[in-house]
């Protein structure tokens, strides 16, 4: 019995490596470091859907200016293979634009998305489809957005699109590139639209304790049930924004709400990953925030106890956790631009 599950455990991972991926689930828990994480377990009584994950590697995730990053680097690294400096948005240390992973899907014939649970326009979201000198450059990454073929993007940060100083209104521009644009999760939902706009929120969308509900789950499964139709596949980023914003506030009921929100969707793409055996999932964080420390905890009342030592992030290396085809190329320790050469040599792009 014991040789067969071995025979079983080596055959699958032969499998789950030759398997050509076709679909790339990206998601990034901006902040996540592995307190993060264990928080959150915590917090769920001792478990997360992460758990299930097949491998696990490490990045490490310093800018070209700075020894801590920031999730403009941190994302442009994943997004075009650059190291760069903090606050470049899809541009390399010189400020020279470099093509991202969804533009480079895009050039393939893939469908692409990104969901997130802050501005659309912030740092993480951004970093894959604009290319702009400065992430508070809020109203030119928007513009950004309508120079490419994205299918679907959701998130908050409708006031860039059409409240501007430049008097353009992007919902409309976008309307006449056939999208349709909605400012609600129902209307999401409801949506039979295969070109798919959620602005959500005016700026960011509120905490998931005051009221976010299921919208983070919701974007991604109405996301990728677009994305899905093309037969060439997809490249989707999905992020879990506000775990960090848990960790700048030093507030772990914070970190440990969004953590578990973020670990929903984690569930569901590996779920996904399951039936859709083509599909790669690569789940981690652009960098650490708080310098968050666990000094005790209670699975059973779920209670954790923490400290953290800084407001801003800290520039220790972060887990990587694969599931599916491909995953085994993300074990190791290598640093956050070569998760960009994996994915493109994962989806042959
Ligand atoms: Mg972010
Ligand atoms: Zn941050």
Redesign the pocket.
Known sequence: MKKLFLIFCLLSTIQSDAQQVKNVLFLIG?GMGVSQIYAGLTANHGHLNLEKCQFIGFHRNQASNQYVTD?AAGATAFATGFQTYNSAIGVDSTKKPQVTLLELAEKKGLSTGLVTT?DIT???PSSFIAHQEKRSMHEEIAADFLKTDVDVFIGGGRKYFNQRKDGRNLVEELKTKNYEVVDNLQALKESKSLKLVGLLAEENPVKISEGRGEQLLESAQKAVSILEKNKNGFFAMI?G?QI?WGGHANDKDYVTNEMIDFDKVIGWAFSYADKHPETLVVITADHETGGMALLGGDFKTGKVEAKFITGGHTGQMIPVFSYGAHAKDFAGIYHNYDIFKKIKKALNL
């Open positions: 901006d999730s802050c912030d740092a993480t992020e924004s960090d």
